[in-house]
């Protein structure tokens, strides 16, 4: 079965940029949707970022300009870019795939999902 494995979060000043890491265990990686999602204290889940099996990539508008998602398929591994961070992106990110998916912003549409990585942005 498909697991996936978060990393590369912790404590970042406001302005300042962080890069989270996937690691995808599993077999047909490149035939996987990857997504990013995050939840916040006191909210729901929601989408940040998503990149399909054929590389197009989809971003929530808070993110846009801000964030880039990234793939290495030769590596299993889906890439977060944040940049500019501001302290309403503290949140826990979850990793998240669909075998063959569009790369939709619906967490009901994913399959899969790592632990999360915490991500904390201070003022």
């Known amino acids: 079965q498909v697991q996936l494995a978060e990393s590369g979060g912790g404590l970042v000043q406001a302005g300042g940029s962080l890069r989270l890491s996937c690691a995808f265990s599993g077999r047909t990686f490149s035939s996987y949707a990857m997504a990013w999602f995050r939840q916040a204290p006191g909210k729901e889940r929601e989408f940040v970022a998503a990149?399909?099996?054929?590389?197009?990539?989809t971003y929530a508008n808070s993110v846009k300009g801000r964030f880039t998602i990234s793939r290495t398929n030769a590596k299993n591994t889906v890439y977060l870019q944040m940049n500019s961070l501001k302290t309403e992106d503290t949140a826990v990110y979850y990793c998240?795939?669909?075998?063959?998916?569009?790369?939709?912003?619906?967490?009901?549409?994913?399959?899969?999902w790592g632990q999360g990585t915490q991500v904390t942005v201070s003022s």
């Open positions: 998240t795939g669909k075998y063959y998916g569009l790369g939709q912003s619906s967490a009901n549409e994913y399959d899969y």
């Open positions: 990149i399909n099996w054929r590389g197009i990539s």
